[in-house]
Every structure is written in C-alpha cells, then in structure tokens.
Nanobody
Framework: QVQVLESGGGLVQAGGSLRLSCAASGSIFSIRAMGWYRQAPGKQRELVARITNGGNTDYVDSVKGRFTMSRDNAKNTVYLQMNSLKPEDTAVYYC?????????WGQGTQVTVSS
C-alpha cells in the first residue's frame, strides 16, 4: 500500500505562482512513477505532469514552460511548481503514485486562479 498526501493549493491571481507538494509513504519502493493530475468542474481528469523513477518528466502541452515537476528522494516528496498561472489552470489537483500493484491517489488540493 502507498499513501500520498498533497498540500499547497490555494487562491492566486493570474500570473502568480503556487507550489504543490505530495508526500508518499508506505511501500514507496513499489512506486514506478509519480504524477500530478487535475480536474476542473465539468471536465475529465487530465494528466498535468509526470516524473519517472529515472527522473524523466513529461508535461501536458498547456503547462509546458510554466510548470515544473521535481522530487526530493530523501523526503519521498514530489513538487509541482506552477508559474504564470492562468484562470484555466483552476482545478482540483491530485497526486498519483503509479506502483507495481496499482495506482494510488491523494485527496486532492484546490487551485483557484482569479482573473
């Protein structure tokens, strides 16, 4: 079992920045990759960024150049640095741990960007 806990959401004006954190615990040795997803009202959940155990990162086109995903292995924590935020970034952001026995999700953290 893997547990993930997000933090760092909030309300910010357009053009501002936020940093999300996701701490993993439990069977962390089984994790193959970590990802950040988001879901806006009335929309499907989408993958925003992903980092593999090898350190490779991928981003959805809409956040490239603005968001950066990183990790601190000593703290079993991944981060999502979000800069130049836009109102369309407003959503609940979820942390995901992709493990050998399945996917594990956090409870989500709200990010609201005002225009």
């Amino acid at each position: 079992q893997v547990q993930v806990l997000e933090s760092g959401g909030g309300l910010v004006q357009a053009g501002g920045s936020l940093r999300l954190s996701c701490a993993a615990s439990g069977s962390i040795f089984s994790i193959r990759a970590m990802g950040w997803y988001r879901q806006a009202p009335g929309k499907q959940r989408e993958l925003v960024a992903r980092i593999t155990n090898g350190g490779n990162t991928d981003y959805v086109d809409s956040v490239k150049g603005r968001f950066t995903m990183s990790r601190d292995n000593a703290k079993n924590t991944v981060y999502l640095q979000m800069n130049s935020l836009k109102p369309e970034d407003t959503a609940v952001y979820y942390c995901n741990a992709q493990a050998y026995r399945g996917d594990y999700w956090g409870q989500g953290t709200q990010v609201t960007v005002s225009s």
